[in-house]
T-cell receptor, first 110, second 116 residues
């Protein structure tokens, strides 16, 4: 099982749609989880941390399921500007580094 | 806001050259990282450093070395550049972890390196 696995997509959705991404991770001892966003030819930027109880930031909701070892990101009311690659990120067991998934590409069209 | 600055956005070098990629952060972070990103392969960790003069190999250190003489600066060195090192190189920094919790990393703009 890969350390962090995501569906690469692409996900093509119309404006206003709700879209969900899932990510699975292999190390049950991981303690930290994030979603990053990366625009074409740009650096990754932190979108949000993922907390055990789930957390929301505007139209974005992140969930963590430790038992099944997966993380999700829900985007409501999609905007054109949401078009990007979304990277699932998990802290390694030693706490020394973050492990990045390969990303899921989202394309929102009008 | 954290500022991570990479010395070049675009760089073209020749096979066999020694190449230096520089990264500077202004937040007094202990931890710094070098990644390369290639289509279909995602971000791959080359080296990281958790303190001055300290370095650890990442997943793909072969053909690279690093230098951390000052806390704010982390340099990636391609000892003898080869065409398969053409890639996007990303530097990141991060504050110390809290107990049982990793801190997120902050990335520089990236350097697109082409080896001819």
């Amino acid at each position: 099982r890969k350390e962090v696995e995501q569906d690469p997509g692409p996900f093509n959705v119309p404006e206003g749609a709700t879209v969900a991404f899932n990510c699975t991770y292999s190390n049950s001892a991981s303690q930290s989880f994030f979603w990053y966003r990366q625009d074409c030819r740009k650096e990754p930027k932190l979108l949000m941390s993922v907390y055990s109880s789930g957390n929301e930031d505007g139209r974005f909701t992140a969930q963590l399921n430790r038992a099944s070892q997966y993380i999700s990101l829900l985007i409501r009311d999609s905007k054109l500007s949401d078009s990007a690659t979304y990277l699932c990120v998990v802290g390694n067991q030693a706490g020394t580094a973050l492990i990045f998934g390969k990303g899921t590409t989202l394309s929102v069209s009008s | 806001d954290v500022k991570v600055t990479q010395s070049s956005r675009y760089l073209v070098k020749r096979t066999g050259e020694k190449v230096f990629l520089e990264c500077v952060q202004d937040m007094d972070h202990e931890n710094m990282f070098w990644y390369r990103q290639d289509p279909g392969l995602g971000l791959r960790l080359i080296y990281f450093s958790y303190d001055v003069k300290m370095k650890e190999k990442g997943d793909i250190p072969e053909g690279y070395s690093v230098s951390r003489e000052k806390k704010e600066r982390f340099s990636l060195i391609l000892e003898s550049a080869s065409t398969n090192q053409t890639s996007m190189y990303l530097c990141a920094s991060r504050p110390p972890n809290r107990v049982l919790s990793n801190q997120p990393q902050h990335f520089g703009d990236g350097t697109r390196l082409s080896i001819l």
